[in-house]
């Protein structure tokens, strides 16, 4: 089946310091989605993106889906304490059936 | 707008046993998908259901099912409960269409033993 693998699957960060993960499919995706879960918490929707090469952006937060649309990045700049979480890309496919990557763990120290 | 609400919260069962886990999906939405959360495996799609049909199935053997009702809560359950179980069960309600953001519930925690 469909996999989608994160790098790296652990970070550890000073705060102040960017941050960048990583998806990568072996297929091309029809679409890809960001997800955050803080600990103890539930996935949160951060953003989507459809078309190939799309960037987006949230305040510190910069999302890009690559050009042949099998892969895609999440970064990060002077991360903060509250960036504190797990990171999954997750792909959409039939219906609304989500595949979710392997996931990064981002851990910010002051 | 009340969020997606899972129930119960925490549950202990012991193996052999069966389970259901309730989901209400937020207001309007009529798509509600089933994830279980373990360490080891990640987040990994168990069904979903639109409009009280199953539209999407996972890879989990058939001890694992569910269902919706016309109001759209959902259902799902687990029987012959085994270790492996364990996990943290979500539930998340999207819009209808397909490619739609997930709201996701906070969860029923599973423990089989």
């Known amino acids: 089946g469909q996999q989608v693998m994160q790098i790296p699957q652990y970070q550890h960060v000073q705060e102040g310091e960017d941050f960048t993960t990583y998806c990568n499919s072996s297929t091309t995706l029809s679409n890809i989605q960001w997800y955050k879960q803080r600990p103890g918490g539930h996935p949160v929707f951060l953003i989507q993106?459809?078309?190939?090469?799309e960037v987006k952006k949230q305040k510190r937060l910069t999302f890009q889906f690559g050009e042949a649309k099998k892969n895609s990045s999440l970064h990060i700049t002077a991360t903060q304490t509250t960036d504190v979480g797990t990171y999954f890309c997750v792909n959409g496919g039939g219906g609304n059936k989500l595949t979710f990557g392997t996931g990064t763990q981002l851990k910010v120290e002051l | 707008k009340a969020g997606v609400t899972q129930t119960p919260r925490y549950l202990i069962k012991t193996r052999g046993q069966q389970v259901t886990l309730s989901c209400s999906p937020i207001?309007?939405?009529?798509?509600v998908s089933w994830y279980q959360q373990t360490p080891g495996q990640g987040l990994q799609f168990l069904f979903e259901y639109f409009s009280e049909t199953q539209r999407n199935k996972g890879n989990f053997p058939g001890r694992f099912s569910g269902r919706q009702f016309s109001n759209s809560r959902s259902e799902m359950n687990v029987s012959t409960l085994e270790l492996g179980d364990s996990a943290l069960y979500l539930c998340?309600?999207?819009?209808?269409?397909?490619?739609?953001?997930?709201?996701f519930g906070q969860g029923t925690r599973l423990t089989v033993v």
């Open positions: 207001s309007g939405h009529r798509s």
């Open positions: 993106l459809v078309k190939s090469g």
């Open positions: 998340a309600s999207s819009a209808s269409g397909a490619n739609t953001e997930a709201f």
